[in-house]
RNA sequence: GCGCCUGUGGCGAAAUUGGUAUACGCGCCAGACUUAGGAUCUGGUGAAGCGAUUCGUGCAGGUUCGAGUCCUGUCAGGCGCACCA
């Protein structure tokens, strides 16, 4: 019988559908296992060869502990809210939620055809109401909760209110966006407008005015991790600074828990290690200066306190508030000019530029250490939202000090012995402290830095620094609130409607707040975001429904929030979602929290570090305060998939004509080069030209310069794209060689993490390789010839040695080794022409979590009932894999001469001898002495001479 | 600039974690069956040499009886962060 994947695979899938093989229920008796992919965005052009990589990956380990005996949870939904859509809306006319609609619809397809193991009884879409209204939830949960730091953890808002009419602001030890101070008798006396006022400085989801990337060509904020080099990631429009009222997500609360939960998960260390930069924790001392001759002070930040000797100026960002404190009437223009001339560098100039600019204040700070003067100087270099948005320069220590002290004069003092300081800054955080202070000079109390080490002295001056009262031991981080609102129509709508100005929830039981339509998705004229051109978007507070924009006359009747969320929203929680997806009284009901957990392996692409990674770690640690998810860290382990790249074909027009040469030739020409569709060039990278022809208009009378009579084309190894036309499409290789070639090839091609480019070539060796599996189980005559003879010695031994091999693999997930190791197994059965029902069915379920469709119609043909995904795994034996002989190597002196043969249970005394009888030693051993023998077992015999 | 990762045949890649380097697949060569082959099967395939042998894991050292693997330095490529004080 021929190897008919066409038909199998029809058949499978079909059953498999019929009989929800894959769905599955909370099992109090199995263990479980949640494995997970990260969920598309499903998009206009479908799936390509590289989206599955992951998939396949994580199905066949989820396969894998189904046959171990786990309750496996695979769950599989979308992503749905995106601005492709909104962009083909906005360019078409087509409703998000239709071209969303059909584009799922085409994922779905290709997704079926590859043959995964999805409960898709368990599907989300981000974009569906019943999925939102979670995701709206978890914002008014935000919005209604602080950060403590004392108890570790978010808190009820009113609890907080409570606390500050009873006490005040005095001592808080919260998560704020200022330092407050507000009394019990302020507060009492404060209108409710004030009150909210006050709350909003600690609420988790705040509306806060803040520097925002503002892209004006997607016409909307972005958060950092959107922005690359100044442009936005989706799009490459130009991104500018500017301040806006925005939604914020206070992530920067829980900053040190982010940072303290890498080190109990598994992920790869690339993947920590970025994280850890994200988060960016710096540890250093905050130092108050006062301005000299005034009655005023500022704070900055500094991480090398040890350096306070050698200060020789102060430099303030150029938003800072100090700036107009500071700047003195003589000063002003000069500032006020340098202001300007900053607001209008945008951050790429910023970056690129490098230039060094400032301007004097005017005033001068007085070093408390020493009471020296030292001038307050303005500059771009310092930014304003890190730190105090102040520093005290130390040129001596600090590259961008010193490049800033040359440009202007500025004095330079060294502070450790030997550092040369002539030609570039000292910034090594190592050497003997001297110069602290420099001899002669008085410093506070006689505190003296020298002689110790830099360790010690940065040790010491903080400890002073407390001390003294002149500031305080701070850690700072670099993680940035995240921004959480966008100009956008398609995405999850706000639950928030303002009264006074200030922003209020719609119920709870109100949600969700669905999408409005709207007639247009562009902003309205005034500039506001698109929802501003729905008819119906205004809250009655009386009705608790939503109404006609009309009828807003902010007594009962308020407007709704017009931004909607961001992407990260809808894909922050949805892996607890799918534990639970039809619970509309629950995000996940507890019972079903408390039996998946979280997930036990989580695979998708590294581009997420510092987005999704840090997004949903974050909101799920909100989620587990709140007692809602009962596991801290919701991805235990981590593997990120690697990209697979296209490998794109160029033919070589001469310019100015419509003649084309070959490869080869293309030297001797003026030439440019262009993409051409792969699907027109064949092995050998030969071009199709009569396709080339045909396949546009402008190349049909093109002509061709061949060599050796073919047309050869180039290649590069790019990005898979539709622009560059070197798609490949699962379809195609379904259509084919069937999907079970295609998720072993898949997996064959490396190491999972690892980037490479599609090769269709090699992909015949996957198919041989299944087509000869699938005949061990017939003969000539094509009827299934499996017997029930006891199997050979050989045939055991091969098939254990397999079955070692492949579930070794299964925990690194090394599928490309296993891969190998079933074309070994399968050629050395045929070899033996191993008949044996024994050893082939122990193949098939070995086979199962690699290619599903084949091994199902197998394990039928063998006369099995039930499917082979729940047959269990088979074990190995150890002893049938010991061999009667084992072959030594026998080296000399540490290189390898001959070989020998001696049983395996030879002792290491037999073992030398037979290497020193064997007839080629004595030619190694002249004229030299044995000094010893060693024997490493089952490998090598070294014979140690002098 | 700082941090992380990777360098092995013509190509994708293995190597029992310090033990016969190049498994497995592609490609290539030869043979078989064919009217035919971009089908199938069998064998060969790191380099040099007729050969025994010698040389071979980016480069240079080191530790070891023995190094692709460990250590030091260096070069190249990739990724992340980057006026973060």
């Not at 949870?73 to 939620?97: K, N, R, S, V, W």
Request: some cysteine; charged content about 25%.
């Amino acid at each position: 019988m021929d190897y008919n994947f066409t038909d199998i695979e029809a058949r499978w899938r079909k059953r498999w559908a019929d009989e929800k093989v894959y769905a599955v229920k909370e099992d109090a008796t199995r263990p479980k296992y949640y494995v997970l992919s990260m969920f598309p965005y499903p998009s206009g052009a479908g799936l390509h060869v590289g989206h599955p990589l992951g998939y396949i990956a994580a199905d066949i380990y989820a396969r894998y502990k189904r046959n171990r005996g786990y309750n496996v949870l695979q769950p599989m939904g979308y992503d749905a809210y995106g601005l492709p859509a909104e962009q083909y809306a906005i360019q078409t006319g087509q409703h998000p939620a239709v071209t969303t609609e059909q584009n799922i619809a085409r994922y779905r397809e290709q997704l079926d055809l590859i043959g995964f193991s999805f409960d898709w009884s368990r599907e989300v879409r981000t974009c569906a109401p019943r999925y939102y209204k979670w995701t709206q939830w978890a914002f008014q949960r935000m919005f209604n909760s602080f950060y403590c730091y004392n108890c570790g953890k978010a808190q009820p808002i009113d609890k907080l209110a409570a606390r500050i009419a009873q006490k005040g602001t005095a001592g808080l030890n919260v998560a704020q966006t200022q330092p407050l101070d507000v009394t019990p008798q302020q507060w009492a006396d404060m209108t409710e407008r004030e009150r909210q006022e006050v709350l909003m400085n600690y609420r988790l989801a705040y509306l806060g005015e803040t520097m925002v990337n503002w892209c004006a060509g997607l016409g909307t904020v972005l958060a950092n991790d959107e922005v690359v080099d100044g442009v936005s990631v989706r799009g490459g429009f130009p991104v500018e600074q500017k301040k806006m009222k925005q939604w914020c997500l206070r992530i920067s609360a829980y900053a040190q828990r982010l940072l303290d939960g890498l080190d109990t998960i598994d992920w790869s260390d690339s993947i920590k290690e970025t994280q850890r930069n994200w988060i960016g924790r710096s540890e250093g001392a905050e130092v108050t200066f006062k301005v000299a001759g005034r009655d005023e002070s500022f704070v900055i930040f500094t991480t090398r306190a040890d350096t306070i000797f050698g200060v020789t100026f102060m430099v303030l960002a150029p938003e800072s508030e100090l700036v107009q404190t500071l700047t003195t009437p003589e000063q002003k223009a000069a500032v006020d000019a340098y202001l300007e001339e900053v607001k209008h560098r945008t951050e790429l100039d910023r970056m690129a530029g490098k230039k060094v600019t400032g301007v004097f204040t005017g005033s001068y700070a007085v070093n408390p250490f020493t009471g020296d003067e030292i001038p307050v100087w303005v500059s771009d270099y310092v930014l304003a939202g890190y730190g105090t948005g102040a520093i005290m320069a130390v040129p001596a220590h600090d590259s961008r000090d010193y490049a800033f002290a040359r440009k202007f004069g500025l004095p330079v003092v060294p502070l450790i012995e030997g550092a040369d300081v002539t030609e570039e800054s000292f910034e090594a955080k190592e050497g003997i402290v001297t110069n602290s202070p420099a001899e002669g000079k008085q410093s506070l109390d006689g505190f003296s830095l020298n002689g110790l080490s830099v360790k010690e002295a940065i040790a010491a001056t903080k400890r002073f620094v407390e001390e003294k009262g002149l500031g305080r031991v701070k850690v700072n981080f670099r993680l940035r609130d995240a921004i959480f609102s966008r100009q956008r129509y398609w995405g999850e709508p706000f639950p928030v409607y303002y009264k006074d100005g200030m922003p209020y929830m719609i119920p709870e039981a109100c949600l969700p707040l669905t999408l409005p339509e709207v007639d247009k998705f562009l902003p309205t004229e005034t500039g506001e975001p698109p929802l501003g051109n729905a008819a119906k978007w205004a809250w009655d507070t009386a009705a608790n429904t939503v109404v006609e924009n009309a009828r807003i006359d902010n007594a009962t009747v308020f407007p709704l929030e017009l931004s909607t969320m961001p992407g990260f929203a809808g894909s922050s929680a949805y892996y607890l979602r799918y534990m639970d997806p039809h619970d509309d009284d629950a995000l996940v009901s507890p019972q079903a929290d408390q039996y998946w957990q979280a997930v036990d392996l989580y695979v998708g692409g590294s581009e997420h570090a510092t987005g999704h990674l840090i997004y949903s770690r974050f909101w799920n640690k909100f989620l587990h305060d709140l007692g809602v998810s009962c596991i801290e860290e919701p991805f235990a382990k981590l593997v990120n998939q690697g990209m697979i790249q296209g490998r794109s074909n160029f033919v070589y027009r001469i310019k100015g004509t419509n003649r084309f040469v070959s490869l080869g030739l293309k030297d001797k020409y003026d030439v440019t080069p262009i993409h051409v569709d792969i699907s027109l060039v064949g092995g050998g990278d030969v071009l199709d030209t009569e396709a080339f022809r045909q396949w546009r208009p402008e190349y049909a009378d093109a002509e061709f310069e061949l060599e050796d009579g073919k047309y050869v084309c180039g290649w590069a190894v790019e990005k898979m794209s539709k622009s560059m036309f070197n798609v490949s499409n699962p379809d195609n290789v379904i259509a084919k060689y069937g999907a079970d070639t295609l998720r072993l090839y898949e997996m064959f091609l490396g190491p999972i993490t690892q980037s490479k480019p599609w090769d269709q070539n090699g992909i015949d060796g996957c198919f041989r390789f299944l087509r000869r599996a699938w005949n061990l189980f017939f003969d000539k005559q094509g009827n299934l010839a499996v017997t029930d003879d006891a199997p050979t010695k050989e045939a055991l031994k091969s098939i254990h040695k397999l079955t070692k091999k492949v579930t070794e693999d299964m925990e690194e997930m090394s599928y490309n080794t296993s891969v190998a190791a079933f074309m070994i197994c399968v050629s050395e059965l045929a070899a033996q022409k191993c008949r044996s029902r024994e050893v082939l069915e122990r193949l098939v379920v070995l086979l199962s979590p690699f290619a599903p469709f084949v091994t199902c119609e197998l394990w039928q043909l063998l006369g099995h009932k039930e499917i082979v995904f729940d047959a269990p795994w088979p074990t190995w034996d150890e002893a049938c894999l010991k061999e009667d002989t084992v072959t030594l190597g026998v080296s000399f002196n540490g290189k390898t001469r001959f070989t020998i043969d001696v049983a395996a249970d030879a002792t290491p005394d037999e073992v030398q001898a037979t290497a020193l009888a064997h007839e080629a030693a004595p030619r190694y051993m002249e004229g030299k002495q044995l000094v010893k023998v060693i024997v490493v077992p089952r490998r090598i015999v070294n014979i140690v001479l002098k």
